[in-house]
């Protein structure tokens, strides 16, 4: 697997969704979002410390539907209003714990790079580099981490600093979370990131990396 080194001025911790609906207390919740927000709080933290740029997403939709398109169609949930703007479930979750000096980005797709302006803020700033963790795992997590990859971003995903809620499946039984948990680490790991743990990420930052 591709060692990519982490160098904080051309770095950014890109913590994807970290929002109530879907950290905890929804049907679209991961089961250990809670755990993988507070891993994920430690490492922003060392991140700050470290000077390197921590950036949040969160997923929301106008409340008028103007600019939902075929989500509405696809999941019912969106079409209901559960990411709307203004509702408080869509609100970041009180462990995203956002700082004076970091960067809140609002994105209408799964993707952060998606009618955003992620891209260029981090062209402006000079940062190669994302640090990717948050919620969910399969969707926008991956979503985010194979548009960075397109762009030629080097992309660390976080093992355990993501996570899936269980998905219905097509016919053959529900997908339980743990399975699409590791099936995305695979794929991320073949073709679009190197993967590794929020603890070897924090050893790495505090010593220097290389």
């Keep these: 697997m591709v060692h990519f080194p982490i160098e904080p001025t051309r770095t950014a ?18 089961p250990d979002g809670r755990a993988v927000a507070e ?15 921590v950036i949040h ?31 408080p479930l869509a609100e970041p979750h009180p462990l995203a714990d956002i700082h004076p000096g970091d960067i809140l980005i609002r994105k209408p797709r799964f993707g952060a790079f998606y009618g955003t302006d992620l891209d260029l803020i981090l062209r402006a700033a000079q940062i190669d580099t994302l640090l990717i963790g948050g919620i969910a795992t399969h969707a926008c997590c991956d979503t985010t981490a194979r548009e960075a990859a397109a762009r030629d ?11 899936c809620f269980t998905l219905p499946g ?4 529900p997908v339980a979370a743990d399975d699409l948990q590791r099936a995305v680490l695979a794929v991320m790991a073949f073709g679009f990131a190197e993967v590794l743990s929020v603890d070897a990420a924090v050893r790495r930052i505090r010593a220097g990396s290389s």
């Design 57 to 87: 997403t969160v997923h929301v939709v106008r409340a008028d539907g103007s600019n939902t398109g075929t989500l509405r169609e696809i999941l019912p949930p969106v079409a209901d209003g559960l990411i709307d703007e203004g509702n």
């Design 153 to 163: 971003f080097k992309v660390l995903f976080l093992s355990d600093g993501t996570a």
């Design 39 to 53: 891993r994920l709080g430690r490492l922003a933290g060392v991140c700050r410390d470290h000077q390197i740029t």
């Design 13 to 30: 911790l890109l913590l994807v969704d970290l929002q109530r609906v879907f950290v905890e207390g929804s049907p679209v919740a991961a």
């Design 170 to 173: 097509t016919g053959t039984g």
